[in-house]
């Protein structure tokens, strides 16, 4: 029997009760598949981080393992540290390490006083604990980058710093997931490197998304998504072949974990799973 993948999701808080009820059932359909972990976001800038400790909260209650999330945006060194001694402090031992975006599309601009980027940021974590380290790698250019060679160099010095796990932008292009991988092994990134899956919700959005975030859109993909604007059935179908294709792909080229960019909906990222050979009656026996 092959192995079946790791797998791990990504969440964030609800800002509504409503989305509050809808987040209870993702969760509910999620566990099932018995995750690694949950990544949980929060505002970097300050805002929703109350909604953050919440959840963080409800999933510890439910004994759902989970990785939170820090940047280095809107606080300084010691209030980053703070956060991450309150997370310690509850027994998390998975922190997902960032530099994190400015509100509103801004420049990027390091706190006074703050960490100045995520290899700063990782080191400063391994003082505070023995935590497990993920952070974010690029296949494609990050959009302040001024180079391919300058992605993995920041990844390198995640690495040095402490890091233990890279998880990637989503990219759709497998390919540059290939290529960026092997040149990652060049430069002596000895790390795991898992994957980020992003299956599509909604065509429109990802387009808008993904251009502010430098993800690009093939061709081929859009073709598959052509027309499909006022037929969510039909999208749904695509966009778990699409993804579920992408994986078995890289399975066959050598990866063993995936992080699924949920957007607080389960039903692509289940259906992903399940294809994969993931289902609720080999999660509860493993």
């Known amino acids: 029997m092959a192995t079946l993948p790791i797998i791990s999701f990504e969440i964030f808080p609800a800002k509504t009760p409503r989305g509050d009820a809808a987040l209870d059932t993702t969760l509910e359909q999620l566990a099932t598949l018995n995750p690694a972990f949950l990544s949980v976001t929060y505002g970097a800038d300050g805002s ?3 909604r953050t400790l919440r959840l963080v909260k409800r999933l510890i209650e439910r004994d759902m393992p989970l990785a939170a999330h820090l940047t280095c945006v809107g606080a300084t060194r ?3 540290d703070a956060l991450a001694c309150t997370w310690r402090d509850m027994g998390i031992r998975r922190i997902v390490a960032l530099r994190g975006d400015m509100p509103g599309g801004a420049r990027w601009q390091p706190h006074d006083g703050g960490y100045q980027r995520a290899s700063e940021l990782v080191g400063g974590l391994c003082r ?4 497990d380290i993920a952070v974010a790698a690029y296949p494609e250019a990050h959009p302040d980058s001024p180079s391919p060679q300058a992605d993995i160099d920041n990844l390198k010095a995640k690495q040095d710093a402490g890091a233990t796990t890279a998880i990637t932008q ?19 990134i000895t790390i795991p490197i898992v994957p980020g899956i992003m ?15 430098g993800a690009g859109i093939p061709d ?3 073709g598959q998504f052509e027309g499909l604007e006022d037929d969510p059935e039909t999208t ?28 607080n909906k389960a039903p692509l990222s289940y259906a992903v799973c399940r294809y994969l050979g993931i289902n609720p009656s080999i999660a509860e026996a493993a």
């Not at 505070?128 to 935590?131: P, V």
């Not at 759709?172 to 290529?179: A, K, N, P, Y």
């Not at 299956?199 to 975030?213: K, L």
């Open 48 to 50: 929703g981080q109350e």
């Open 236 to 263: 749904a179908m695509v966009a778990a072949s699409v993804a579920s294709e992408q994986c078995r792909t890289l399975i066959d080229e050598g990866f063993g974990s995936f992080h699924f960019y949920t957007l």
């Open 170 to 188: 989503y990219c759709f292009d497998t390919d540059t997931i290939l290529r960026f991988r092997d040149r990652a092994a060049a430069a002596g």
């Open 128 to 131: 505070i604990a023995d935590f």
């Open 220 to 222: 081929w993909l859009a």
């Open 199 to 213: 299956p599509i919700v909604n065509f429109a959005s990802i387009v808008n998304f993904s251009a502010r975030c």
């Open 78 to 80: 010691e209030e980053v």
